[in-house]
């Protein structure tokens, strides 16, 4: 009888590392924008609660959002320095930190963000993320639909952005208000809305959904419509966190950081802009402006210095452009995401 106990007691006690392996962790991620609002609710939120559900609970997610551990521009560092497990990031808020990046930022290439954010997940691994953002690992992109010029005064060709003080979305967008004349100002999404109540902004380069998200309709009720830019945030991990991961948590992780779950992602927020522009067109407040033909030649015209400049800026940093650009439409062009 006692060596039946001493045998059951030495195998529990070979049982236990078995079910400790699962290794239950909680991973903190902060992100800039209010909780609730379409990139929170409709994207970084669902795709937390798919990472737990997949890890049978053995992964908590902690989210801290609205700018909670650190400013927007902040972020990539602090997962970069385990300030944050994870972080969500717009590279476009730092310039000239990711040239290979900055691509994503040049106007008028894609016109489908959830096809588009597969497309572009699948051309930065190859193209650029070795470069540029080695010191983190790279989760999912995370693109609104293609944004808007929205303003207080209706806006249809380039000419007219001269003499105005616009916000722009990222460095790119901003680059591109000045060749055009205007003046940008550069100010976090989160405080835009005060930025055009004071006047400091006439102007903003924005996705739809936020329209409603950041209470701008009395602001700026004309809005011109065309596919005007998109800016393509990205989620990304410190090392150091995923490297003390359980295998099994690995895994679960790696399932989630694809170019699959990129487009997945971006769904929720794609669609959310959508039924907004839809909300817009519907309010008789609000004012869509459709450029005419000769307008959108001039906007694409306008906008050739910025694949000149970001070309300039990649083969500073001993980076092939040409290549990197073709790869870069033929991903677009493969996933029926080019504008």
């Known amino acids: 009888m006692t060596s039946r106990i001493i045998a059951l007691g ?13 290794q239950d962790v909680t991973l903190r991620l902060s992100h800039w924008v209010p909780a609730g609002i379409a990139p929170a609710s409709k994207g970084i939120e669902p ?8 890890s ?9 959002p609205a700018q909670q551990l650190g400013k927007a521009p902040d972020h990539y560092d602090m997962a970069k320095q385990g300030i944050v497990d994870m972080a969500w990031v717009n590279p ?24 588009g954010a597969k497309a572009i997940h699948e051309w930065y691994l190859e193209n650029g993320a070795e470069a540029e953002m080695s010191d983190v690992k790279v989760c999912f992109i995370h693109p609104h639909a293609p944004g808007a010029l929205h303003s207080k005064e209706a806006i249809t060709s380039p000419d007219q952005i001269k003499g105005k003080n616009i916000r722009p979305a990222h460095a790119t967008m901003a680059r591109f208000v000045s060749l055009l004349g205007g003046g940008p100002v550069q100010v976090p999404a989160p405080e835009v809305r005060e ?3 004071r006047g400091t902004a006439e102007a903003v380069t924005f996705p739809w959904g936020a329209m409603y998200d950041f209470k701008l309709t009395g602001e700026v009720p004309q809005h011109l419509d065309m596919p005007f830019y998109m800016s393509a945030q990205v989620l990304v991990m410190n090392l150091a ?6 295998d099994e ?3 679960v992780i790696d399932s989630h950081c694809t170019p699959e779950w990129s487009a997945k992602v971006a769904q929720g927020w794609h669609d959310d802009d959508m039924a907004a522009r839809d909300k817009l067109i519907a309010d008789g407040e609000q004012t869509l402006n459709e450029p005419s033909e000769a307008d959108v030649a001039a906007w694409r015209e306008a906008s050739q210095p910025l694949i000149d400049e970001w070309k ?11 290549a990197i650009l073709d790869a870069y439409v033929k991903s677009l062009e493969a996933n029926d995401a080019k504008y």
């Open 241 to 246: 966190s995923y490297d003390k991961l359980s």
């Open 56 to 64: 049978g609970g053995s992964i908590a997610i902690q989210l801290f």
């Open 10 to 22: 030495a195998a529990v006690t070979l049982a236990l590392p078995l079910a400790a392996h699962a």
């Open 47 to 54: 795709w937390a609660k798919a990472v737990e559900d997949a």
């Open 249 to 251: 948590n690995k895994a």
């Open 312 to 322: 300039e800026s990649v083969v500073a940093k001993g980076g092939d452009a040409d």
């Open 92 to 115: 476009g808020y730092t310039a000239g930190r990711f040239p290979i990046y900055a691509l994503t930022e040049v106007p008028f290439m894609v016109d489908d963000s959830v096809q």
């Open 195 to 197: 930025a055009l109540s």
